[in-house]
T-cell receptor
Framework: DAKTTQPTSMDCAEGRAANLPCNHSTISGNEYVYWYRQIHSQGPQYIIHGLKNNETNEMASLIITEDRKSSTLILPHATLRDTAVYYCIVRAYSNYQLIWGAGTKLIIKP | DGGITQSPKYLFRKEGQNVTLSCEQNLNHDAMYWYRQDPGQGLRLIYYSQIVNDFQKGDIAEGYSVSREKKESFPLTVTSAQKNPTAFYLC?????????????FGDGTRLSIL
């Protein structure tokens, strides 16, 4: 079973920030949080990952709560091309296994 | 550009036939993976390989086989023993099996039964 909980779907207006939440209340100390997205009929695209600290790259920001039990992926200025299913996954440093849930379907509206 | 190439994009299989899906990477990654995705679901691991000539079963390996004769290539054979092969198949690679570095994915092969 997936170790994360995400809302089934979300909407966001184009140009606004999209904030996608993820619950991982049973996360262990050596587990990283990864975010991927999948646009219809394509392979998943890696977005960002983090352990404790907040992370930012050219695609998004990842905010992890101090207790590490939840995180939020932020797309700062959403465009129509950001419409996709977003997956939040936790994985231990020593483990290859990615356990995928059903993700959040994000729809960006004009 | 470095990346993962899966071919073909679409594949049709007749009943009782084996088919092989290709996956090639030029990222110099040691680890490679095969996943299956059914409609509306997340990915499930079929096989993975840490190094050349080594591979391990994932959660749903029955009816599938793989080989890893070259670092760059990790083909997946869907055998006639796989009774429900219609799915989207995704290949991924990572620098190593362990570590924080993420897996990167190809664009998938969609397999259907005729």
């Amino acid at each position: 079973d997936a170790k994360t909980t995400q809302p089934t779907s979300m909407d966001c207006a184009e140009g606004r920030a999209a904030n996608l939440p993820c619950n991982h209340s049973t996360i262990s100390g050596n587990e990283y949080v990864y975010w991927y997205r999948q646009i219809h009929s394509q392979g998943p695209q890696y977005i960002i990952h983090g352990l404790k600290n907040n992370e930012t790259n050219e695609m998004a920001s990842l905010i992890i709560t101090e207790d590490r039990k939840s995180s939020t992926l932020i797309l700062p200025h959403a465009t129509l091309r950001d419409t996709a299913v977003y997956y939040c996954i936790v994985r231990a440093y020593s483990n290859y296994q990615l356990i995928w849930g059903a993700g959040t379907k994000l729809i960006i509206k004009p | 550009d470095g990346g993962i190439t899966q071919s073909p994009k679409y594949l049709f299989r007749k009943e009782g036939q084996n088919v092989t899906l290709s996956c090639e990477q030029n990222l110099n990654h040691d680890a490679m993976y095969w996943y299956r995705q059914d409609p509306g679901q997340g990915l499930r691991l079929i096989y993975y390989s840490q190094i050349v000539n080594d591979f391990q079963k994932g959660d749903i390996a029955e009816g599938y086989s793989v080989s890893r004769e070259k670092k760059e290539s990790f083909p997946l054979t869907v055998t006639s023993a796989q009774k429900n092969p219609t799915a989207f198949y995704l290949c991924a690679s990572s620098i190593g099996r362990q570590g924080a570095q993420p897996q990167h994915f190809g664009d998938g092969t969609r397999l259907s039964i005729l």
